[in-house]
């Protein structure tokens, strides 16, 4: 869990370094980058969380 965390910081991270940079370049690819890494980290995240969800609904009896 703790890694899921880390990455989600560091992606954090990532996407505003990304707007900021754009701000202060105003060069459209870091807007994309920053657009794109948050697109897929909310996919990846999803992901996870249905993940979750399916192991706490789909307990097998033992």
């Known amino acids: 869990m703790w ?3 880390l990455l989600a910081v560091l992606t954090v991270i990532a996407v505003a370094g990304g707007v900021a940079i754009f701000l202060f370049t105003r060069d459209v690819r870091y807007l994309q ?3 794109r890494l948050f697109r897929y980290s909310l996919l990846v995240a999803l992901l996870i ?3 979750m969800i399916v192991e706490r609904v789909a ?3 033992l």
């Open 3 to 5: 890694l899921l965390r």
């Open 49 to 51: 969380f249905a993940l």
């Open 33 to 35: 980058f920053a657009w």
């Open 59 to 61: 307990v097998i009896p």
